[in-house]
């Protein structure tokens, strides 16, 4: 029964104890991972038609063209 002593009671001994901790820490770095290299748009045409539309929501935030101007060009889109 001595080498019984994991962390928590129901670990089942040292060695299971520090694999859960491992599994832990590569289930983390591959969290990170994935949220680093994952793409914030969809590729292909909608993500150049929400681009496009951010930009007329800026030039008519900035005064640049009329409100009737940004409706036509986003009928375009």
């Known amino acids: ?3 019984n002593c994991g962390i928590l ?3 089942g001994g040292w060695m299971v104890g520090h694999s859960l901790w491992g599994l832990l ?3 983390g770095i591959g969290v990170l991972l994935w ?3 994952r793409t914030r748009r ?3 045409p909608m993500a150049d038609r929400a681009d496009s539309l951010e930009i007329l929501k800026l030039r008519l935030a900035k005064g640049e063209i009329s409100i009737d101007e940004y409706n036509t060009l986003k009928s375009m889109l």
Request: hydrophobic share 60%.
């Open 25 to 27: 820490f590569l289930a």
């Open 35 to 37: 949220g680093a290299f």
């Open 1 to 3: 029964m001595m080498w």
């Open 42 to 44: 969809p590729p292909g």
């Open 9 to 11: 009671p129901w670990s």
